[in-house]
């Protein structure tokens, strides 16, 4: 699977940002999706994951409510709607790919895309 980011930018305080993640070389049917992001200088950090094939999502609590994952099956990509933005948000995001179900885990993912940057400014 070659994932592949993009949509990321710099937003002020309160802003709205969306990234997509495209997926090719094989049907995302039996992954997990999953959206990581690292900020500068500290360690990577779940964001959000979708099962691709049922559609269920999960969210890290911090970003519950304010960030939205969805998959879009006929463009095989996934997206993370970004709302409220806070200059905390500010790092690289991440999407990856994952065999095992509604992990958090970013050990369990076998597949990580290039990355996109995200600048929050306050």
């Known amino acids: 699977v070659q994932l592949q980011a993009s949509g990321g930018g710099l937003v002020q305080a309160g802003g709205s940002l969306r990234l997509s993640c495209a997926a090719s070389g094989r049907t995302l049917s039996s992954y997990t999706m999953g959206w990581f992001r690292q900020p500068p200088g500290k360690e990577r950090e779940f964001v959000a994951g979708?099962?691709?094939?049922?559609?269920?999502?999960f969210y890290a609590d911090s970003m519950e409510g304010r960030f939205t994952i969805s998959r879009d099956k006929a463009k095989n990509t996934v997206s993370l709607q970004m709302n409220s933005l806070k200059p905390e948000d500010t790092a690289i995001y991440y999407c990856?790919?994952?065999?095992?179900?509604?992990?958090?885990?970013?050990?369990?993912?076998?597949?990580w895309g290039q990355g996109t940057q995200v600048t929050v400014s306050s």
């Open positions: 979708i099962n691709w094939s049922a559609g269920n999502t």
């Open positions: 990856a790919a994952s065999y095992a179900a509604g992990t958090r885990s970013g050990g369990s993912y076998a597949y």
